[in-house]
């Protein structure tokens, strides 16, 4: 049984100590390719290098919106540099986050923007990031994919309702879920999963964040991402084999990489 973690921060400190060790646990639990998303230009590079080192983990380039301040025409002409790297598979993770607004939100909005242009240009999917900026975000892609036929990409933890799945899925986006499927609250999530269906979804683990319920409190791996299939296989009535087949097939349409 194959797993794709499609969002996992496989770069990150947290896992310093036992990188390692953490990557031979996912391969273990069935997890055979992983994504990492970018949030910083800086964090790019170590990425890159993990990627050229480990068969089976693909990279994606972009500025989150928390760091969205630090946005240029030379961080943009950065990214599509690096977009041509053979490991790079997507524009990430862009998106808007009114929550904490750690950006103005002009600035997050215009390098939403233009990362979104640089995905259309490349003609990359893209790997989208939302909190509490719901509506803004629908706008920004509504505009980007009626002006890029074939524009495709995921929503990073979706979170949103019945309605916004169902939009999502007829623009070619798939939905990312990842640990909070498995939180005892998390009933119009579970409702909108079930709309959106089987062939719409991708797993992620957003490591080391966002752990499954047996985990909460502690850091997230790839790893835990069986618990997520495992629960979508119960919600949905279907196989747990059925959930890795079809979801890793979502990832691979997605992303256009090969089999490992």
């Not at 240009?121 to 920004?140: K, N, T, Y």
């Not at 979804?201 to 069986?226: I, K, M, S």
């Amino acid at each position: 049984m194959a797993l794709i973690d499609t969002h996992c921060h496989l770069d990150d400190p947290a896992f310093d100590e036992d990188r390692d060790a953490m990557l031979a646990r996912a391969r273990e639990a069935g997890v055979e390719a992983f994504v990492i998303p970018s949030v910083t230009l800086e964090r790019i590079p170590a990425a890159l290098r993990l990627a050229e080192r480990h068969p089976g983990i693909y990279v994606a380039v972009g500025i989150h919106p928390h760091a969205a301040s630090a946005f240029s025409s030379g961080a943009l002409a950065q990214l599509r540099e690096w977009a041509r790297h053979p490991r790079v598979v997507a524009i990430g993770e862009i998106g808007l986050d009114f929550y904490r607004d750690l950006s103005p939100r002009e600035a997050q909005r215009e390098a939403f923007r233009a990362q979104l242009e640089l995905a259309g240009e490349l003609g990359l999917p893209v790997i989208i990031h939302q909190r509490e900026a719901r509506e803004a975000v629908m706008e920004e892609l509504e505009r980007w994919v009626a002006a890029h036929p074939g524009a495709r990409g995921i929503l990073h933890a979706f979170s949103g309702d019945a309605a916004m799945a169902r939009t999502a899925v007829a623009w070619g986006f798939a939905l990312g879920i990842g640990g909070p499927i498995t939180y005892p609250r998390a009933e119009a999530l579970r409702e909108a999963v079930q709309t959106a269906g089987i062939t719409a979804l991708v797993l992620e683990t957003d490591a080391p964040y966002l752990p499954p319920q047996p985990y909460r409190g502690h850091r997230n791996e790839p790893a835990y991402l069986r618990f997520v299939a495992e629960t979508l296989a119960r919600l949905l009535g279907l196989s747990l084999e059925h959930i890795a087949e079809q979801t890793t097939r979502n990832a691979r349409r997605i992303f256009r990489f090969s089999e490992p």
